[in-house]
């Protein structure tokens, strides 16, 4: 039985609409509405607790709203999951590894789990790692890697499976500068390749001017816009604060 | 389809792959039993005189009467220990990347229960080989027969484990609940005293006892193991094992469930 598509469904990138959430009688977001089309790196900017997480365990289907619609690629999320999480890739802002695993281990659980072919596992995974120069590290245990290694790992196997739309919680917490500008690089650079990212942060250093923007603030979208368009003058970490502060 | 057997392998794998690394746990696993096989048993056989009531056709010791029970506590302690990593999972994370996975989730937590079975039941066989180093042996047939009600036994009590990580918020939580599931299963059940023997004493703790489903777990492996089916056992087991997988994946839907409450 086919359905109707939506409008969100015909961005083959990713379209959330009206989306609400509440914890109990707490409102986590207020109608969020956007867009992000491939080949765009979208950076997602809000406080803390301003309902960045609720957003992205949402277009996870960690959560379901009772109301509102998320298209991945195409594909309605609530209707059809499985093809819409067959084309996400995520890294999460909470590490998600088997610390106690080879690298390999990890990535071949991770491959199962998206129903790669078993023949095609080992040379994904081999592409995969030499993506982000980490193939000598697969035989490693990931509790004998360093953060910054831990997280190149983890957003080379969030494209283990081709996706089309790329979400990352705050994937530069707890790295030091050479790591997280290394990771910001190469996701800029995935971007270009035509990939749909969102970039979930509070860190105004890792949003360059021809990215696009979304400003979260207690649970709703405060601005949206190209990053240079909106800052105007200001430096983005005033601007932002502008945005976001409580008035005394 | 192979996709789903793939998801199936991998992590019923991983399972594995973690109880290899944690070789405390296949200790204690091994040691919890034998302790009250050889010191507990030892102590009590005196104090509890058994008749002959089916399967058993002769008198037996005190010991034979609760190896099945023994086996069902490991199949019991291990369903917790895995309830206890998914717990652990997902404090550190590694939950969201088996939920965010494109196979459906009811059969996401199927493959981790057949993953807990697994070991729950290699832990059982190595119990019963180190039973029988101490004297007792069971009927040969007995070891083959008894495999699918451990596979059953095993079931029941990981989706109870399941339906208990569902609830339970966070870590430190846990080792409460585990004693107020534990000790009250295995103490109002058939494992340790024939069920005639606990309605001497209370009529009304015998009901208690033959309302556990755990009871019928421990009778449906002691029947089995004397080649015989107590097919009420497994009725009991059969159905407790469809309401608690079921409330089990209710617990994890996304919409109502535990990562709601948990986020």
């Keep these: 039985m086919s359905h109707t598509r939506s409008p969100a469904e015909a961005n083959p990138g990713l379209a959330v609409r009206e989306l609400n959430f509440h914890y109990g009688a707490k409102t986590a977001l207020d109608s969020v509405s956007f867009d992000v089309e491939p080949g765009t790196f979208c950076a997602l900017l809000?406080?803390?607790?301003?309902?960045?997480s609720t957003l992205v365990s949402l277009l996870t289907r960690l959560l379901v709203a009772p109301d509102g619609e998320i298209s991945v690629a195409g594909y309605d999320l609530r209707r059809t999951p499985r093809k819409a999480l067959a084309k996400l890739g995520v890294v999460f802002q909470q590490p998600?590894?088997?610390?106690?695993?080879?690298?390999?281990?990890?990535?071949?659980?991770?491959?199962?789990?998206?129903?790669?072919?078993?023949?095609?596992?080992?040379?994904r995974i081999d592409a995969a790692l030499d993506r982000l120069n980490m193939r000598e590290r697969a035989g490693?245990?990931?509790?004998?890697?360093?953060?910054g290694h831990r997280r190149r790992m983890e957003l080379a196997r969030a494209l283990m499976h081709d996706p089309t739309v790329l979400l990352l919680d705050e994937p530069t917490v707890g790295l030091d500068a050479a790591a997280r500008q290394s990771i910001t690089d190469h996701v800029h650079d995935l971007?270009?390749?035509?990939?749909?990212?969102?970039?979930?942060?509070?860190?105004?250093?890792?949003?360059?001017d021809d990215d696009q923007l979304l400003v979260l603030h207690r649970g709703q979208i405060l601005a949206r816009g190209q990053t240079g368009d909106l800052r105007g003058?200001?430096?983005?970490?005033?601007?932002?604060?502008?945005?976001?502060?409580?008035?005394? | 389809m192979s996709g789903f057997w793939g998801v199936a392998r991998a992590i019923i794998g991983r399972e594995f792959l973690r109880f290899v690394h944690q070789r405390e746990r296949f200790l204690a696993a091994l040691v919890r039993?034998?302790?009250?096989?050889?010191?507990?048993?030892?102590?009590?056989r005196a104090a509890l005189g058994l008749s002959i009531i089916?399967?058993?056709?002769?008198?037996?010791?005190?010991?034979?009467?609760?190896?099945?029970?023994?086996?069902?506590?490991?199949?019991?302690?291990?369903?917790?220990?895995?309830?206890?990593?998914?717990?652990?999972?997902?404090?550190?994370?590694?939950?969201?990347?088996l939920l965010t996975s494109s196979f459906p989730r009811w059969w996401l937590l199927f493959c981790r229960l057949l993953g807990s079975t697994a070991i729950s039941i290699l832990q059982v066989y190595t119990f019963l080989a180190l039973a029988a180093l101490f004297g007792i042996v069971l009927p040969l047939p007995g070891y083959v027969a008894v495999l699918p009600g451990l596979f059953l036994g095993g079931l029941m009590l990981g989706a109870l484990g399941l339906v208990l990580s569902s609830f339970v918020k966070q870590l430190e939580n846990f080792a409460g609940?585990?004693?107020f599931v534990i000790f009250p299963m295995f103490f109002l059940s058939s494992a340790l005293y024939p069920l005639w023997k606990m309605a001497e004493s209370s009529p009304l703790l015998r009901d208690i006892c033959a309302f556990n489903p755990f009871t019928h777990v421990v009778e449906l492996i002691r029947f089995l193991l004397y080649l015989q089916i107590n097919w009420g056992a497994l009725i009991w087991v059969l159905g407790s094992t469809v309401v608690l997988c079921t409330i089990a994946v209710w617990g994890y839907d996304p919409a109502r469930g535990l990562m709601k409450r948990k986020s």
């Design chain 1, 191 to 208: 971007a270009a390749q035509g990939l749909c990212i969102l970039w979930a942060t509070h860190l105004t250093d890792e949003v360059r």
């Design chain 1, 140 to 147: 490693e245990r990931v509790r004998d890697l360093n953060g």
């Design chain 2, 33 to 44: 039993p034998m302790v009250w096989l050889v010191i507990f048993a030892a102590g009590f």
């Design chain 2, 54 to 97: 089916p399967p058993y056709q002769n008198y037996i010791t005190y010991e034979t009467y609760i190896v099945p029970g023994l086996c069902a506590m490991v199949l019991l302690f291990n369903g917790m220990q895995s309830s206890l990593s998914l717990v652990y999972d997902r404090e550190m994370g590694s939950m969201r990347l």
């Design chain 1, 96 to 123: 998600a590894l088997d610390m106690g695993l080879t690298v390999r281990q990890n990535m071949t659980y991770f491959a199962a789990l998206h129903g790669l072919p078993r023949s095609a596992v080992p040379t």
């Design chain 1, 233 to 248: 003058d200001h430096t983005l970490s005033n601007w932002f604060l502008s945005q976001t502060e409580v008035p005394a």
């Design chain 2, 177 to 179: 609940v585990m004693n």
């Design chain 1, 46 to 52: 809000g406080p803390n607790g301003a309902g960045k």
